[in-house]
């Protein structure tokens, strides 16, 4: 019985963490980081005390770190699930280009709560993170599918790390202006980076094929 009673307890409090999460999320994004205070995030998510929060998270750091780890869960997932589908690199490469871009679409809200976070985010030493620490996981991911298709022989001979920082930055370049008065045509914008990135790639094995 008591084993049950821990796992219930369990199930109850990543279930209200959740909650708080996506209040927080939409409440960032509609009101800005410095509005979203406990008490609005509290009535936003229908809670009785701001106290609730506090029982799940030490302060706001740790709210919004947790914020930004479960959009970047929710992100790897929906880009790995369509990377995986596909058979060659080359696939794989456009599969990540395109799925970046239609994550940016599909999770307006999530994206602009990161927009505002962004300048805020503190590491557990009080640091503030860089946008070169936020891309590098993604920068080294993609330097290593680029030498596989390398090696493979789908792609050329480039720089690797400096092809996966160009590629990083198109994409986030793209978030702050999916919406907006000077918004992006979104599929012009997809056709386009796909194109331009992998279309580099395989001149560029076309290129190092006539050399050899």
Same mark, same amino acid.
């Given at each position: 019985m008591q084993i049950k009673k821990q796992s219930r307890d369990s199930v109850t409090n990543a279930t209200r963490r959740a909650q708080i999460v996506r209040a927080a999320i939409e409440t960032i994004a509609e009101l800005g980081y410095d509005k979203a205070t406990f008490a609005t995030i509290t009535e936003r998510a229908g809670?009785?005390?701001p106290r609730m929060i506090s029982y799940h998270f030490a302060g706001k750091q740790d709210l919004i770190r947790q914020?930004?780890? =479960?959009?970047?869960?929710?992100? %790897? %997932? @929906? &880009?790995l699930e369509r990377v995986k589908a596909q058979t060659t690199v080359s696939g794989r490469l456009r599969a990540y280009l395109e799925s970046n871009l239609e994550f940016l679409r599909e999770y307006p809200t999530d994206l602009a709560a990161l927009t505002e976070i962004g300048p805020h985010l503190r590491d557990q030493a009080g640091e503030p993170y860089t946008a070169a620490g936020y891309q590098e996981p993604s920068v080294q991911g993609l330097v290593m599918l680029l030498e596989e298709g390398q090696r493979g022989g789908e792609f050329g001979d480039f720089d690797a790390r400096s092809m996966a920082v160009m590629i990083r930055a198109t994409i986030d370049a793209a978030a702050p202006r999916m919406r907006g008065e000077h918004a992006l =045509? @979104? =599929? &012009?914008y997809r056709s386009t980076v796909v194109d331009t990135f992998v279309g580099a790639v395989q001149r560029a094995a076309q290129r190092t094929s006539e050399e050899r």
């Open positions: 809670l009785s005390s914020i930004v780890e =479960d959009v970047y869960h929710r992100g %790897a %997932a @929906f &880009i =045509d @979104f =599929d &012009i």
